[in-house]
């Protein structure tokens, strides 16, 4: 999990924030820069390893992104 305390997002703008070019706030890519993909890439690489990612968010108290990789033991390897 990482947890912020910024501004929160919007709860109809939580799936969203995981599209391609998408952000809460368009100002924030003119103020601080930024393509709105980082969290594209993050859902591909965790939906590849066959997990889930979500975000859980309270406006004016910040998000914590989540998410879930399975995890198999490896034959040889001590646990």
């Known amino acids: 999990m990482v947890k912020d305390q910024g501004r929160g997002i919007p709860q109809d703008k939580l799936q969203i924030v995981f599209d391609r070019f998408q952000q809460v706030d368009t100002s924030d890519s003119r103020q601080k820069g930024?393509?709105?993909?980082?969290?594209?890439?993050?859902?591909?690489?965790?939906?590849?390893?066959?997990?889930?990612?979500?975000?859980?968010?309270t406006l004016g108290e910040g998000s914590s992104f989540n998410f879930t990789i399975p995890i198999q033991a490896i034959e040889g390897q001590v646990e």
């Open 34 to 57: 930024g393509t709105g993909l980082g969290l594209s890439i993050c859902k591909q690489i965790v939906e590849q390893h066959n997990g889930r990612i979500w975000v859980d968010s």
